[in-house]
């Protein structure tokens, strides 16, 4: 079974300041990770996956994701937010070995304060 | 390339009716997955169809069905509809499964009255 766990039902960061939205996840083999943002009334974007390789991925609007096998997780940052980052980030999983879907996140709601 | 569409944008049904919306993925992507997406329970995986097969599907009732053209232009339907049912469905399109990255239409908000 595969399976995504965003601890953080909410997270509030003041501009300016580092951000980071959490994600761990279950796999039987490896993974491929994935980050997607929402903004309201609109479908899932695209910003960042991890496939195999380097830990630390770089994405789209200035986020990297660190991905750590030890603690199965795959954490979202940015080193400066944004108030136009405010939006609902989703976290999602797919087990290399096996046909199964796409599995995501119950969602983190990331509101950047002025 | 143009992005993933859906139609239509808004529908608005009432119980025990039926409802089709219709979901066309990025040329050349042969990849078509569906969510229900509602505040209480998030995103809800509902099928998975790849060159015409439906290679996952979700927990969903029988109601909830879908299938995918030759030109992987993709449908799903639920009969029967219940209040339950109102949400945004999503449909996102991806070159094949594995390791490629889905791209998301704007989605079709149904409600159900």
């Known amino acids: 079974a595969q399976s995504v766990a965003q601890p953080e039902d909410q997270v509030n960061v003041a501009e300016g300041n580092p951000l980071t939205v959490k994600c761990t996840y279950s796999v039987s083999g490896n993974p491929y990770l994935f980050w997607y943002v929402q903004y309201p009334n609109r479908g899932l974007q695209f910003l960042l996956k991890?496939?195999?390789?380097?830990?630390l991925v770089k994405g789209s609007y200035g986020f990297e994701a660190e991905f750590n096998k030890s603690q199965t997780s795959f954490h979202l940052k940015k080193p400066s937010a944004l108030v136009s980052d405010s939006a609902l980030y989703f976290c999602?999983?797919?087990?290399?070995?096996?046909?199964?879907?796409?599995?995501f996140g119950s969602g983190t709601q990331l509101t950047v304060l002025p | 390339k143009a992005g993933v569409t859906q139609t239509p944008r808004y529908l608005i049904k009432t119980r025990g009716q039926q409802v089709t919306l219709s979901c066309s993925p990025i040329?050349?992507?042969?990849?078509v997955s569906w969510y229900q997406q509602t505040p209480g329970q998030g995103l809800q995986f509902l099928f998975e169809?790849?060159?015409?097969?439906?290679?996952n599907k979700g927990n969903f009732p029988g109601r909830f069905s879908g299938r995918q053209f030759s030109n992987s232009r993709s449908e799903m339907n639920v009969s029967t509809l219940e209040l339950g049912d109102s949400a945004l469905y999503l449909c996102a399109s991806s070159e094949r499964t594995g390791n490629n990255e889905q791209f998301f239409g704007p989605g079709t908000r149904l409600t159900v009255l």
């Open positions: 169809y790849f060159s015409e097969t439906q290679r």
């Open positions: 999602a999983v797919r087990d290399s070995g096996s046909a199964r879907q796409l599995t």
């Open positions: 040329s050349g992507h042969r990849s």
């Open positions: 991890y496939i195999t390789g380097d830990n």
